[in-house]
């Protein structure tokens, strides 16, 4: 994975923040969703939807040389959809307390990497340190992102590790929520945009 300039940042980087779908969401394939934006800069944004999976593909179906004497919980088992660019490609969300020498701090507490060295260094912790992962991504091109957050087709809100590693994906949309005050979602008035 190649690690993002540091320089041209963007005024108001939604780095670690959540991107929580508006009702209405007028791309189907965001539809619901909530995902953590893990770069944005001047150049574009990358995120990783949460609340989705590849249907009932499973950990073991993706690596061949996945060690048959780790036992993994099922939530880790699972192969979540990143979002729909790259959908070859695998990334990992897990804890910053793993400082894998390609992991990038998305958030304190979050860090993303893309090395099969740090998904089996995940695996031999067997579930002590959370993680998951994903297939594909969200991406946005230059400004992109920024246009669809005044066209209202995002909230954002901190992204709290509970929240980014949730195990019930069918609670996570109105979780984050409320996690930025909106109790009842059903309030929410659906905005046009374009994701």
């Not at 991406?139 to 901190?158: I, K």
Request: aromatic share 6%; proline share 7%.
């Amino acid at each position: 994975m190649e690690k993002p300039p540091n320089q041209n940042p963007v005024k108001n980087s939604l780095q670690g923040q959540l991107l929580i779908a508006m009702p209405g969401m007028p791309d189907k394939r965001f539809a619901g969703t909530v995902s953590l934006v893990c770069y944005h800069n001047a150049e574009g944004a990358m995120a990783l939807v949460l609340n989705r999976l590849v249907g009932t593909l499973n950990i073991n179906q993706v690596l061949d040389n996945l060690k048959s004497d780790i036992n993994l919980p099922e939530e880790l088992l699972r192969v979540h959809l990143g979002g729909p660019v790259a959908p070859q490609r695998g990334f990992i969300l897990h804890g910053s307390e793993l400082r894998h020498t390609d992991s990038h701090h998305v958030t304190p507490e979050v860090s993303i990497s893309a090395t099969s060295d740090a998904l089996m260094e995940l695996m031999w912790h067997e579930g002590t340190i959370p993680w998951r992962f994903t297939l594909g991504c969200a991406s946005w091109t230059a400004g992109q992102l920024e246009h669809e957050m005044r066209e209202g087709v995002w909230l954002s809100g901190p992204a709290a590790r509970d929240l980014v590693f949730h195990k019930e994906l069918p609670t996570m949309w109105s979780n984050a929520l409320r996690g930025i005050g909106i109790a009842h979602p059903e309030m929410l008035v659906a905005e046009n945009g374009h994701a």
